[in-house]
């Protein structure tokens, strides 16, 4: 018998022991519980492999209690959390353990941690592999966290070779500081408004900083994760170097789907990033490149942070990211639902989730229920520490109405677990 037999609109699932034992469009049979969900679509659980949750150190920014819920409401059953914004940040293996300490306390849903490619990190980075890390984060340019050092490509280089042989893949924020700073003194901004923040960032930025992660990965043997890419040239670098044998694959993010120029002028400080909102020619390209499946997965970059860090006029002097974890996933739903694999299966592929992504016998029951029900967002429904979005006054045609973890309906009280890197993973069974 099963313990659970839950029935959707487009697929019905019989769990057991927290896993798919049958899929299939329609099912029978006897289970302790059996669920008429048929109002409802079953889709996999969001796999988020790029979060901040800020903890510890900055748990007034977020937390891992405050991130996690939300990113359940939002669709979420496993993220990936950034070695920073922590204070101090996960450079070390002492931290990267604190860390798991808390999340395994803290946490509703499943989670792995990324450890951090700096130039203070490449002695630890085999330890930090050790205790499980799910694989390296490196900027290519200064991360807005000052104990969080940006890797020039001598460090990059490095990195990639350590994380080469540990078979861990490096992903990276690819911007190009000195195309950056090169831009700025040829046009120097006149204001600290939006407009001058997100002219001040060029798309060549990008471009420079993935040319040049793209020929180190080549070299090394590294395993390369692009992260947060804005725009559909971007893409074709990757799709490129894959022909080519590099072994490469990019994100993209929600809210360079959602925003264009023009909303982050009108919403202001909410819409603040590094890369920053592209124009809407370039967000609907790069919808067409999800479409086609040439951006392999889609994570969220939330980064909040306190309400004082995103006020005032100078934009410039603001903290840079986007807090959007609840909505995001409804919002690209409601406007497409071809895009489950970037959000799932796509994610537990390429960094190696044995039981995750899949709605088939012998993965983990992590799915969705989702219905046409539209929302508008408001600012009491965010479950985030503050309550901050651009997507504040949007609204989503189709709801998430609950999350299953395991087969068992998410809670505040639920707890996830920690999944470690594929290659230590034996030492955690």
Request: one cysteine or more; charged letters at 20%.
């Amino acid at each position: 018998m099963n313990d659970l037999l839950i029935h959707g609109q487009n697929l019905a699932l019989a769990i057991t022991a927290g896993q798919i034992t049958a899929a299939a469009p329609a099912l029978t049979g006897s289970a302790k519980q059996e669920i008429d969900a048929r109002h409802a679509l079953i889709l996999p659980g969001w796999i988020d492999a790029h979060v901040h949750f800020n903890e510890p150190g900055r748990s007034d920014w977020e937390g891992l209690a405050t991130g996690s819920r939300a990113l359940a409401a939002g669709g979420g059953t496993t993220f990936f959390d950034m070695p920073l914004n922590s204070s101090p940040p996960v450079i070390t293996r002492a931290a990267f353990e604190e860390k798991r300490r808390l999340a395994e306390e803290k946490s509703c849903i499943d989670f792995a941690l990324w450890g951090g490619l700096t130039p203070d990190s490449l002695d630890h980075m085999e330890a930090m592999a050790d205790a499980g890390a799910i694989g390296f984060k490196a900027f290519m340019c200064p991360s807005g966290i000052d104990e969080f050092q940006d890797a020039p490509p001598s460090t990059l280089r490095k990195g990639m070779e350590i994380a080469a042989r540990l078979g861990l893949p490096v992903a990276v924020h690819a911007e190009d500081p000195e195309v950056i700073r090169q831009h700025q003194l040829d046009h120097p901004p006149t204001a600290t408004d939006m407009r001058a923040w997100l002219d001040s960032r060029p798309i060549e930025a990008e471009l420079s900083a993935i040319r040049i992660a793209i020929d180190l990965a080549g070299q090394t043997g590294c395993h390369l994760h692009i992260v947060h890419v804005t725009c559909p040239e971007g893409i074709d670098l990757v799709t490129a170097a894959k022909k080519q044998g590099v072994q490469v694959t990019v994100e993209t993010c929600p809210h360079y789907l959602l925003l264009d120029d023009t909303a982050a002028i009108a919403i202001g400080p909410a819409a603040k990033c590094a890369p920053p909102i592209r124009s809407a020619a370039t967000v609907n390209a790069l919808w067409q490149k999800l479409l086609n499946g040439e951006i392999d997965t889609l994570g969220s970059d939330h980064s909040p942070s306190p309400l004082d860090l995103k006020q005032g006029t100078d934009l410039f002097a603001m903290w840079g990211g986007i807090a959007g974890i609840q909505h995001a996933l409804p919002l690209l739903l409601s406007q497409h639902q071809t895009i489950i694999p970037q959000l799932s299966s796509n994610v537990a592929t390429r960094f190696r989730l044995p039981h995750k992504g899949f709605l088939t016998p012998g993965h983990d029951a992590d799915f969705i229920l989702i219905e046409k029900k539209p929302n508008t967002i408001t600012a009491s429904q965010l479950l985030t520490r503050h309550p901050i979005t651009p997507y504040l006054g949007m609204t989503h045609t189709h709801t998430i109405t609950a999350t299953y973890l395991r087969g068992q309906k998410v809670t505040a009280e639920t707890r996830g677990k920690f999944l470690p890197n594929p290659t230590h993973a034996a030492k955690y069974d």
